[in-house]
């Protein structure tokens, strides 16, 4: 079964429980190509679990995910195959410790997409270049900031030349001073046409870049729209409530 | 000072005794822990296959080592490989199987706890970018777990050195039964005793050391 190709990523109706908890409560929704979308809500309202059932971190206890039209929530499907192509960031960054800067983004290139090292080399390099750590390139990550080891987990992920891009709130394990750094990396990533799925808690990033945002609430979302509209003229009386709260 | 005047003389007589002993009991723990660790390995590939009737066999054979006392394991394979194999089997040969099969088990929790310990965001971001499992395996999570694994496994075989010493049951060649055998002569049990203690003591004292050290350099390099 495939289903309209212009969307990256679809779900539907998608439930996760663990075990009695209903995390996620029956979410319909698309992503386009090219499109940036952020994922904004209270804490423990889904945001996390909702990004991780796009690549299948968490598999959905019932409904579909596509992926370039294929369903990847289907149990015959080589799933290692299509998160190659799904990028993801995590929030405690998870680079490779026991691996220089270098090694860490032509892991993935090297292993599973078989690019000649001196080939994967380069490109390493080039994406270093772009995010400003090529004097990085053979330290170990214990040596780095949080904010060099995030961007280097950004261009670990970028190097697998991925369709879409997953974000799970990037910068909140960041000191302030280096957030901004990342968010630049992001929003240059944004600008090149990457589709993008950032869940966030800056509010301020989520409005300028976003082309929507979502507002999930207790394993729905509640409401999206335009950023203009969700923090212009939010309908919800619950986003209306979180973003008295945040802003 | 009569201990001490008999300890002198029984060492300066029966030294090469104690010392046979030491490298017997040297020997049967590193026999035993380099078995122990080969087995130990496939039990924890069994473990992390995650195969359900493999899993299940994996957690009654370490349940059943740690759950009884390994003196019983001991004369269990003395009585039975014997019969079991259409082999002569020496004391020694018998003690060491048994030795093998319960160093294995708790060798294969030390790699299972090891690869446990590793942060699973690096199982995840290892997914996420879309290795297979055994890649996965290979190049991320070992190369971390080994750090883990290598110090713990040095301490098994610290372990063993004392394990090794109820083998003089069965009058395997090792620094207990060279305590025996010189009290059979001498008609002396405490000094003897205490030069086999004493020897005990400074191997496991001096490899203990040196395995601190060793995790210290490991540490270093996180
Ligand atoms: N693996 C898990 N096992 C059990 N419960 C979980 C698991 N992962 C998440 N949860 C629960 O699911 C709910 C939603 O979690 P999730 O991480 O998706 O929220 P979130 O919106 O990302 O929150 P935050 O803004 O704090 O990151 C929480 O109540 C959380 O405790
Ligand atoms: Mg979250």
């Not at chain 1, 046409?193 to 207790?218: K, W, Y």
């Amino acid at each position: 079964m495939t289903k309209d190709a212009k969307a990256i990523l679809q779900v539907v109706d998608l439930h996760k429980q663990f075990k009695d908890l209903e995390v996620l409560r029956g979410i319909t929704e698309e992503v386009r190509e090219g499109e940036v979308v952020s994922i904004i809500g209270p804490s423990g309202s889904g945001k996390s679990t909702f990004l991780r059932c796009l690549n299948l971190l968490e598999r959905p206890t019932s409904g579909q995910v596509y992926f370039q039209g294929v369903e990847i929530t289907d149990k015959k499907i080589d799933i290692d195959r299509h998160r190659q192509k799904i990028g993801m960031v995590f929030q405690h960054f998870n680079v490779f410790p026991h691996l220089t800067v270098l090694q860490n983004i032509t892991l993935a290139p090297t292993l599973e997409r078989k690019i000649p090292k001196e080939e994967a080399k380069d490109r390493a390099l080039a994406l270093l270049e772009q995010v400003g750590l090529v004097d990085k390139q053979n330290e170990y990550p214990r040596k780095l900031s949080g904010g060099q080891k995030q961007r280097l987990a950004i261009v670990r992920a970028l190097a697998m030349e991925p369709e879409v891009m997953l974000f799970d709130e990037p910068t909140s394990a960041l000191d302030p001073e280096m957030v901004k750094d990342v968010l630049g990396v992001i929003k240059d990533l944004a600008l090149s046409g990457m589709t993008i799925v950032n869940v966030t808690h800056e509010m301020g990033f989520a409005r300028e870049l976003s082309d929507r945002v979502l507002f999930m609430d207790e394993g729905v979302i509640a409401e999206q729209g335009s950023p203009r509209e969700i923090f212009g003229n939010p309908q919800n009386s619950r986003t209306i409530d979180f973003l008295s709260k945040v802003l | 000072m009569l201990l001490v005047e008999q300890i002198i003389k029984i060492w300066s007589k029966y030294s090469t005794v104690f010392l046979d002993g030491l490298t017997g009991t040297l020997w049967i723990s590193a026999v035993t822990v380099f078995f122990g660790t080969l087995l130990g390995m496939m039990w924890a590939l069994v473990q992390l296959s995650k195969v359900r009737p493999l899993t299940t066999i994996y957690g009654w054979y370490v349940g059943l080592i740690r759950g009884t006392p390994i003196l019983l394991q001991l004369y269990f394979f003395w009585l039975w490989l014997p019969k079991a194999l259409p082999l002569e089997l020496s004391n020694t040969q018998c003690v060491i199987v048994a030795l093998v099969v319960n160093s294995s088990a708790y060798v294969a929790e030390v790699i299972r706890a090891g690869i446990q310990a590793v942060d699973f965001g690096q199982t995840e971001a290892a997914k996420s970018l879309g290795l297979s499992n055994r890649n996965m395996m290979c190049y991320v999570i070992l190369p971390q777990a080994v750090k883990n694994i290598l110090p713990a496994l040095c301490n098994e075989f610290i372990s063993m050195i004392k394990q090794t010493s109820l083998a003089s049951v069965f009058f395997v060649s090792e620094l207990t039964t060279s305590f025996k055998t010189v009290q059979s002569i001498t008609f002396l049990a405490i000094p003897p005793l205490i030069i086999s203690g004493m020897i005990y003591l400074v191997v496991i004292t001096f490899l203990s050391k040196m395995v601190n050290l060793f995790e210290g350099r490991l540490r270093v390099s996180d």
